[in-house]
């Protein structure tokens, strides 16, 4: 069973034509509102692929907040852990130019207000989990108390986004830890992060996770632990959103982990379901179910 905790965005898009300077208005397109956030996303990928998949997460009492739910419950997610109210439901405002470049202001809200007692109060859920995952739009010492709190045998899988500095004590429960390239170098600080992913892989080993995933979009990923680097290719598509194609990706792979399969098959098969992500417009909407994965 695989538990995501992580955060819940309602995600706010306006296309313009150009975006205001300051003290300037312009007008834009219809409103549209997705759920969103790294942890919904997550889970919603995961539970559409089949897996038994609950979140934990902190929502407002709001409109944005039943939104993200009634889409966990639609996916099949176990929503028990998802808490309500202590702020407003996290916000992303995003505004499209036709380019398709995104500005985007993030509110983290009710994200924020996920502490490491409402960890400790999901005892049961944490416990229970055979997979672990998170990522970092919540509070960091929310992730620590996760790491604190994982049963024995368990595995922890962490994207570290938006990224930033780790304690070791993250960094050696990390089985693997998922990186893009922007993530890699903020993680081993730009100046010595070397040129190449295989590089990127050894430095951050170095810090102590037991594996690494390296993503690289349309060139697929790379995995590494100490006993082996290997590329995995990606599957070729005709991409037209990647939005979410990191978390389904991530997701997938977690999920296969619990599963029995080894970091690279359960790197193969979250290829392809990054793939079909890519091949629909927006995050959740575009995750693949197991059949959808199969056919590609
Ligand atoms: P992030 O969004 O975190 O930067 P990536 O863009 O690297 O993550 O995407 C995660 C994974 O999704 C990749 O490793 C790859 O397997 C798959 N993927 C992403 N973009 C494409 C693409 N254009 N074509 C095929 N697969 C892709």
């Not at 993250?170 to 922007?182: F, K, R, S």
Request: a negative charge.
């Amino acid at each position: 069973d695989l538990l995501v905790v992580g955060s819940a965005n309602a995600d706010l898009v306006i296309g313009v034509e150009r975006r205001p300077g300051a003290g300037e208005t312009v007008l834009g397109s219809d409103l549209a509102v997705h759920p969103g956030g790294k942890g919904a996303n997550q889970a919603v990928a995961a539970a559409r692929l089949g897996a038994r998949t609950a979140l934990l997460a902190r929502v407002g009492d709001d409109a944005h907040g039943r939104l993200l739910l009634d889409a966990q419950r639609a996916a099949g997610v176990d929503t028990a852990g998802v808490l309500v109210g202590g702020a407003p439901t996290g916000v992303a405002l995003i505004t499209v130019d036709p380019s398709g470049d995104n500005s985007i202001v993030v509110s983290p809200g009710a994200n924020g207000r996920l502490t490491p007692d409402d960890v400790r109060a999901a005892g049961g859920l944490v416990q229970a989990s055979r997979v672990v995952s998170a990522q970092l739009e919540i509070p960091l010492e929310t992730v620590v108390e996760v790491v604190r709190n994982l049963p024995p045998g368990s595995r922890f899988v962490l994207n570290p986004s938006p990224p930033r500095p780790l304690p070791s004590e993250v960094l050696a429960a990390c089985d693997p830890l998922i990186v893009n390239e922007h993530e890699a170098k903020v993680i081993l600080g730009e100046s010595s992060a070397g040129d190449t992913p295989e590089q990127w892989a050894r430095l951050l080993l170095a810090k102590g996770p037991r594996s690494v995933v390296v993503t690289l979009g349309a060139e697929g990923s790379l995995v590494a632990s100490a006993q082996a680097v290997a590329r995995v290719p990606s599957v070729k598509v005709a991409a037209v959103d990647t939005t979410g194609a990191g978390d389904a990706f991530t997701a997938a792979l977690a999920w296969r982990l619990g599963t029995g399969s080894s970091l690279e098959e359960a790197a193969a098969y979250a290829s392809r379901v990054g793939a079909a992500a890519v091949t629909k417009q927006g995050a959740q909407d575009s995750f693949p179910t197991a059949q959808e994965v199969e056919a590609l």
